[in-house]
């Protein structure tokens, strides 16, 4: 099988990150349709063409999902007990607590909230952050991976830990913030931080960053519980039993689960899809902006439900068979949030794929890019065609679609973030009309960024005055 050299200390491990979807394509280029790459001292073997996926993942229900998802001591210390990355009982224990709150009908029993809370954020705080920058009473300019990043973030928060908020839990999780992006930045950087021996013993800044990251962490996790049973105690609040906070505490402490697995599930369902959704929010935005027919066409349609009962309009953003919901399928096609899925193994059968043998337990990973975009399947894959998506059948589109993985295992939010993301779109689209000046083609990607966030400023005009 063509492999990629080992390179000290990370392998591939960092550069799949940082900069992985100009490096898939390169290594898909050189290599061919399917190639070894190393994170750290493990190989993974990378898929690139939808019939390996459907071969691969035909039994996907009995994979085992890589160890700290390959990335390290660092990475453990963080995320490695959490739902999305263990396996087996670990795995069952955990989503048998989750699953309720995160199950299509309670993700669409909170559309009210995930609505009013997307138009409090554009009335206020997204227009409170920009004003400072505004040089036309008719120009609101906002960089969207920016200014929109904690619509998805609060929204996710308050089902956790209750809606509303009170004033200091907004606070300290935005403080929370900063830390924990710096702290996974030196997580995704490996090197000394992926083991822990050395990385305690020269005492490394991601070592630093975690003690001082875990502490307050701990701290508000504790208060949240403690805020949300008081509520249900006193009955103030009817769905205080069903907070998850509240759940995973309780289990935490009738010894279902641990501690450590408690902590960092919520951190995952929160700020390690910080990036992620924020990355989902501001594509959608940027490819409308970009695309003013498309735009103008889904403002038409959003705006006849909009005007209506709150109830119809609540209706609309469940449903599948909108424009709407064909835009955010488009730009997470167009715009995979991850270069690489998360390594996963068979931990039972070798696999043959088009001459090479993969051996059980053989972590493996899917480039995202070649199955979305590059796809044959898709005609005219670089192009933004929302409307392709109407014809469409679901068993059409299984493994010519990486979004929120294959099989059972796939992302337990993913009800709740295409409701987020199509409020937001929506509430967006109804207020403002937008575009992005001086940019035409590519639009750039943030330095640094591990999810290729977009770099770019769209100007805003509020629909009263650009209509």
Known sequence: ????????????????FFRGHSAARHWRATMGPIY??????RPEVVLTDPSHTRLYFRKSHQHIKAADNNSGWLFGEVLGSCVGLVSGARWHALRSELEPSFTQSAAAAHMTSIVENARAFISSELLQQTLINQKNDHVVPINPSRDLQFYPFFVVAGMLFGDPLSPEQKASLRDLAPLREELFREVIRGGVNRWGTLA?????????????F????????EEAYERGKQAEDSKRNDSARQLPVVKLWEAVKEGRISERECLQTIDESLYANLDVTTNAVAWNIVLLAQHAEVQAELRNEVLRFRHGDSQSYAQYLNRNDTLLNMCILEASRLRPILPFSNPEYSPDEDITIDGFTIPRNTNVVVDSHAINVSN???????????????TLKKEEVRYNLWRFGFGPRQCLGKHFADRILRCITAEMVASYVMSVPGVDGEVKIQKDSWVSLPDAVVQCVPVTAGS
């Open 36 to 41: 070894r790459i190393w994170s750290g001292l």
């Open 214 to 221: 875990h502490m307050q962490w701990l701290r508000f996790v």
């Open 1 to 16: 099988m063509p492999s990629l050299r080992f390179e000290w200390a990370n392998g591939q491990g960092t550069e799949k």
């Open 376 to 390: 044959p399947f898709w005609i005219d894959g670089n192009r933004y065609n929302p409307a392709r998506h109407f």
């Open 200 to 212: 305690r013993l020269f005492q490394s800044n991601g070592t630093k960053l975690l003690g001082k």
